[in-house]
Nanobody, 128 residues
Framework: QVQLEESGGGLVQAGGSLRLSCEAS????????MGWFRRAPGKEREFVAA????????YYADSVKGRFTISRDNNKNTLTLQMKSLKLEDTAVYYC?????????????????????WGQGTQVTVSS
């Protein structure tokens, strides 16, 4: 059974950068499509970025495109979200998630409901 644990959150000034990591324990992390989602205060959880099992295809929400980069290292069972040019509106709890139905799939989805395994989340706070 794979378990997911996020790290790397914290307090950063607007315009700064943070790198979030999601470590997966257990196998077979490398076969799943993976995603990052976030929930801002008072809002619903929303899609941020996703990556296919191979890492070859990535997807981004329009709000983060060009600023965030999702990547994975299947040898290290790690998913990463590099965030730069952070804005106040990026403040949220960030979650990594696995879509276990898309093992070895050529695409990953943006739909929250397609992801069935979640981490606990890590807080990112962007200050002015």
């Amino acid at each position: 059974q794979v378990q997911l644990e996020e790290s790397g959150g914290g307090l950063v000034q607007a315009g700064g950068s943070l790198r979030l990591s999601c470590e997966a324990s257990g196998r077979p992390f490398s076969t799943y499509a993976m995603g990052w989602f976030r929930r801002a205060p008072g809002k619903e959880r929303e899609f941020v970025a996703a990556v296919t099992w191979s890492g070859e295809a990535t997807y981004y929400a329009d709000s983060v495109k060009g600023r965030f980069t999702i990547s994975r290292d299947n040898n290290k069972n790690t998913l990463t979200l590099q965030m730069k040019s952070l804005k106040l509106e990026d403040t949220a709890v960030y979650y990594c998630a696995a879509d276990r139905s898309r093992s070895f799939s050529w695409y990953a989805t943006r739909q929250l409901s397609d992801y069935d395994l979640w981490g606990q989340g890590t807080q990112v706070t962007v200050s002015s």
